[in-house]
Each structure stands twice: as C-alpha cells, then as structure tokens.
C-alpha cells in the first residue's frame, strides 16, 4: 500500500507543482473549483444522499454558488474566511463527541451538508487569496500544500517509530499523539526555510514559524472530520478515485482545514 500510495503521488504532486506555479489565479481557481466539486460529491455521500439524482441536485446547487463567488469574492474573502476558520473550532467539539449527529437522519443529513459547505467554500476563498496575493502569490499557495504534505510525512514516520498514545481512538486509531509531534516539527522547520528563502525574516519569521503549527493543528482536525464523516457512513475511504490514496476527499481533507487558517494569517503578517 506504501508503495501504491508513493507511486500516485509522484504523479499527482507535480501536476499540482506546475497548475499553481505557472497559472495564473482564474485558471488555478478553476481547476480548484473543479477539484473541490469532486471532493464535495464524496462528501455529499458521505452525508447520507442515496441518491444519484439528488447528489446531483446538491452538487448543482455547489457548482452555482462557486460561480457567485467567484464574482463577489474579493467583497467576502475575510468573512468567508473567518467562518472557515469558527467553523474549524466547532468541529473540535464535534470530534470531543463523536457520536453527535452519527444516526441517519433528515436533519442529521442536511447538518453534515451544511459542514461540507463550511468545509469547502472557505477553503476555495483561501486559494484564490494566497495565489492572487502580491508578491509572491503562487509560492506561498505551493508552500500551503506543501506544509500539509510535509505534515502528514512527519506524523507519518514519527507515529510509527514513537506511536503508542493514541490521538483518537474512537475515530482514527491509526493517530498517534507521537504523529503529532512530528507533524508540528515537518511542518514549522518547512516554513520557517521557504519563509527566510522568501525573505522573510526576525519577527515576521517566528510569527509564520507560529502559523505553521496552527496551519498544522488545523489540518490534523481536517484529517480527524473526515475520518469522522466515514465512520458515521461507516465506510473506509470517501472513493476510489485515487490508487492507494481513496477518494480526493480522503486526500484534501487536512488541506481545506489549512487554506483558511494559512491565508487569514498570511493576510495578518501582511505577508
């Protein structure tokens, strides 16, 4: 699996590379937008749509607000923003009682649709910030990616050197707080070098040091929802989309917790 999982990610990691580095802002907000319609489709599932039909309807209703947003989103980027980022808060009371929400119902359903929205929309807002954000806009778009992946390869290998206090048990039993550790490491010492390669320095470089660990907090919460979304579906994966890897949702989850909370700190460091 370690193997399959390298090989679909030495495909898809470039692509992403080259889209964010040699577009410009509308055509990376497209393919975003396309992307993050994938991902709301499995989310939709996993919601509890059974549907064909009606996750159509739904995802119509998401591809339209996309097309309204993007029109207005330069008006709403720092409120979307902020409810991205309250939003995240909350889903860490959700993950305290995980049980919350978990029986198939009407009104349960249209809650973990309403997440999703609050899951994906900010996060699509925070894209098209970092990206457009002058100078400099499409390396610190790579560099939210890459705090990300350099995360989840930290917890990665320092959960299964160190691994034995279990994050979450009841959710996602493979997480351990040892994975945590190293998620914070891989990603602070990973910002820290491309801010200071992008000239940042002093205050202004302990302060993106310090967005590095929440940007990573965040997206281990992302990781921890979507886990939570399965579990509820009772599922392993969001889809199948990607060898190894499930679903994009299983693959984006940590990033949409990211965006919002990288590019509203971004905004605040004037950076």
Known sequence: MLLQRTLAALVLAPLVILVILLSSTPVVGLVGALAFLVAAWE???LSG???TLWRGVVLT??????????????????LLLAAGIA?????????????????????????????GALVIFPAWIALLSIHGHSPHGNWWM???????????????????AFGKRK?????SPGKTWAGVYGALVAGVAVTSLSGW????????????ALLAAITVAASIVGDLLESLMKRHAQVKDSGSLIPGHGGL?????????????FAAGLLLLGL
Not at 61 to 78: C, D, E, K, N, R
Not at 102 to 107: L, N, S
Request: positive net charge.
């Open 43 to 45: 989310w939709i599932q």
């Open 49 to 51: 749509v059974r549907s």
């Open 61 to 78: 209703a998401a591809a339209a607000i996309f097309v309204l947003l993007w029109w207005a989103h330069a008006t709403w980027t720092p």
């Open 87 to 115: 939003w995240w808060l909350v889903a860490c009371l959700w993950l305290r009682h995980f049980a919350f929400a978990a029986a198939p119902t009407c009104e349960n359903l249209a809650l973990k649709l309403l997440a």
């Open 142 to 160: 790579l560099l939210a990616f890459v705090v990300v992946w350099a995360s989840d390869i930290g917890a990665y290998f320092s959960g299964r």
């Open 167 to 171: 994050l979450a048990p009841q959710i």
């Open 197 to 208: 390669l992008l000239d940042v320095r002093g205050g202004k470089l302990l302060a993106l």
């Open 249 to 261: 949702m299983d693959r984006m989850d940590s990033v949409f917790a990211a965006l919002p909370v």
